[in-house]
């Protein structure tokens, strides 16, 4: 990828046009199933083009409860695009909402002071509920939930990979009835960085002056973009992330803990107490993070199988060396 990035053919983007770019671009259109494609430096100013291009000021949109956008963006669909987020409960399932919550949320046109509900935030996979993967049926439902209250769809799909090889299915399968989506060439797929955000030719336009507007305009961009079109060549690669993850669940469970069974790549563990379990995986030389009150465990190419072996050997059973929590006195 190094080799690749160092021999790129490359232009000016922000001027006239980087071809490598170019190439990258239209091919994750394609696999897409859209229009155009725009590169951007990060997914979350991906997620954050396509809301300012979908809301103006005194509009709301709706997104599945702990989504990225909501929770891990800090506040620009609101502070920057100007809407106002309302959060959907997960209804379906851990990480799902249902077309009938869209259609109750989305409501009827209410007088000339309220909030105007015009879009709907679809995250696939959800990351803060574990990877969870919305299947084609469930997303289709969703997509024709929005069109019947008029809304427009984006479909943050920063994972949308993991999604795809879980399901056996072309990314194109999870992005019917969408009007933008943006998808990470960095998660999982070995990309230093990048992000790609698509729409019809019209929003790729209009997302090309809100890049630059948000300081997103590079040069020589080939260089980034030959590392994003061998990263895409990777895909298919995930379904051996999810069998490691698969296989780090089992084996913590089989050592006592509490774990969720992963649906891709993230196995979050539910500990007694999340701060001495933290101190605990530190010591024994694992690191992981907290999130939402769990731990959040993530395997990618660079953790192999003999690296899951000795996690668990590391971590050992649930008992080995607990700190029980302090009660008050």
Same mark, same amino acid.
């Given at each position: 990828?190094?080799?690749?990035?160092?021999?790129?053919?490359?232009?000016? /983007?922000?001027?006239?046009?980087?071809?490598?770019?170019? &190439?990258?671009?239209?091919?994750?259109?394609?696999?897409?199933?859209?229009?155009?494609?725009?590169?951007?430096?990060?997914?979350?100013?991906?997620?954050?083009?396509?809301?300012?291009?979908?809301?103006? $000021?005194? =509009?709301?949109?709706?997104?599945?409860?702990?989504?990225?956008?909501? =929770?891990?963006?800090?506040?620009?669909?609101?502070?920057?695009?100007?809407?106002?987020?309302?959060?959907? %409960?997960?209804?379906?399932?851990?990480?799902?909402?249902? @077309?009938?919550?869209?259609?109750?949320?989305?409501?009827? %046109?209410?007088?000339?002071?309220?909030?105007?509900?015009?879009?709907?935030?679809?995250?696939?996979?959800?990351?803060?509920?574990?990877?969870? *993967?919305?299947? @084609?049926? &469930?997303?289709?439902?969703?997509?024709?939930?929005?069109?019947?209250?008029?809304?427009? *769809?984006?479909?943050?799909?920063?994972?949308?990979?993991?999604? !795809?090889?879980?399901?056996?299915?072309?990314?194109?399968?999870?992005?019917?009835?969408? /009007?933008?989506?943006?998808?990470?060439?960095?998660?999982?797929?070995?990309?230093?960085?990048? !992000?790609?955000?698509?729409? !019809?030719?019209?929003?790729?336009?209009?997302?090309?002056?809100?890049?630059?507007?948000?300081?997103?305009?590079?040069?020589?961009?080939?260089?980034?973009?030959?590392?994003?079109?061998?990263?895409?060549?990777?895909?298919?690669?995930?379904?051996?992330?999810? &069998?490691?993850? @698969?296989?780090?669940?089992?084996?913590?469970?089989?050592?006592?803990?509490?774990?969720? &069974?992963?649906?891709?790549?993230?196995?979050?563990?539910?500990?007694?107490?999340?701060? !001495?379990?933290?101190?605990?995986?530190?010591?024994?030389? *694992?690191?992981?993070?907290?999130?939402?009150?769990?731990?959040?465990?993530?395997?990618?190419?660079?953790?192999?199988?003999? /690296?899951? /072996?000795?996690?668990?050997?590391?971590?050992?059973?649930?008992?080995?060396?607990?700190?029980? %929590? $302090?009660?008050?006195?």
């Amino acid at each position: 990828m190094r080799a690749a990035m160092a021999t790129a053919e490359v232009g000016d /983007d922000v001027l006239d046009g980087d071809p490598t770019m170019r &190439e990258l671009q239209e091919r994750v259109a394609g696999m897409l199933g859209m229009q155009d494609a725009l590169w951007v430096p990060s997914g979350s100013m991906g997620n954050l083009i396509a809301l300012t291009a979908h809301l103006r $000021r005194g =509009d709301a949109f709706l997104a599945p409860a702990g989504a990225h956008v909501l =929770d891990a963006e800090l506040g620009t669909a609101a502070w920057i695009a100007g809407g106002m987020p309302r959060p959907l %409960p997960h209804d379906a399932a851990p990480g799902k909402i249902s @077309a009938s919550a869209v259609l109750r949320a989305a409501g009827q %046109p209410g007088p000339y002071y309220t909030l105007r509900t015009t879009l709907l935030c679809l995250e696939n996979t959800h990351m803060a509920a574990g990877g969870v *993967v919305t299947e @084609a049926d &469930e997303h289709a439902a969703l997509a024709a939930a929005a069109r019947r209250a008029r809304l427009k *769809v984006h479909l943050d799909g920063a994972r949308l990979w993991h999604a !795809s090889v879980a399901l056996e299915l072309p990314p194109a399968a999870l992005t019917v009835g969408v /009007d933008t989506v943006q998808v990470c060439l960095s998660k999982g797929l070995g990309a230093p960085v990048g !992000s790609v955000v698509a729409g !019809s030719a019209e929003f790729v336009e209009e997302a090309r002056r809100l890049r630059k507007m948000l300081g997103g305009g590079v040069r020589q961009g080939g260089v980034l973009a030959a590392a994003g079109l061998l990263a895409l060549d990777n895909v298919e690669r995930l379904a051996e992330d999810h &069998e490691k993850a @698969a296989r780090l669940a089992a084996g913590l469970a089989d050592r006592g803990w509490r774990v969720t &069974e992963p649906a891709t790549n993230i196995v979050l563990l539910s500990p007694a107490d999340l701060p !001495s379990t933290l101190r605990r995986l530190e010591q024994a030389g *694992v690191l992981a993070g907290p999130m939402g009150g769990q731990v959040r465990f993530v395997t990618h190419a660079d953790v192999s199988q003999g /690296d899951i /072996d000795a996690v668990l050997a590391r971590i050992g059973p649930v008992d080995a060396g607990v700190t029980a %929590p $302090r009660r008050p006195a």
